[in-house]
């Protein structure tokens, strides 16, 4: 599902998405990342960047660059309830 940029001041899709992958990347495949993460890192409203943040981490899972992650358990691309965290899939090497 995507979203418009409505609102001047919030981040669009294509800067929220860049900035979930570059964290993760910079992290690391043997560590995750946490959704906050990412909205916090936009500054003091970061609490209204959330659902946009997770409706970007359900697409990235869903094209299989993250993976869903809970209590160190892989949920792949099923997003599961609660808190989750997410997790860079690493590239294949052909």
């Known amino acids: 599902m995507m979203f418009d940029q409505v609102?001047?001041?919030?981040?669009?899709y294509a800067i929220l998405r860049q900035r979930v992958i570059d964290m993760a990347i910079q992290r690391g495949v043997e560590k995750t990342i946490c959704p906050s993460e990412v909205a916090k890192s936009f500054g003091?409203?970061?609490?209204?960047?959330?659902?946009r943040v997770h409706q970007v981490a359900d697409q990235l899972c869903a094209e299989g660059k993250l993976t869903f992650e809970k209590g160190g358990i892989s949920y792949g691309q099923h997003r599961p309830s609660g808190h989750y965290r997410l997790r860079i899939v690493p590239e294949k090497d052909d």
């Open 44 to 51: 003091s409203y970061w609490r209204d960047l959330i659902p």
């Open 7 to 12: 609102d001047e001041d919030q981040p669009t």
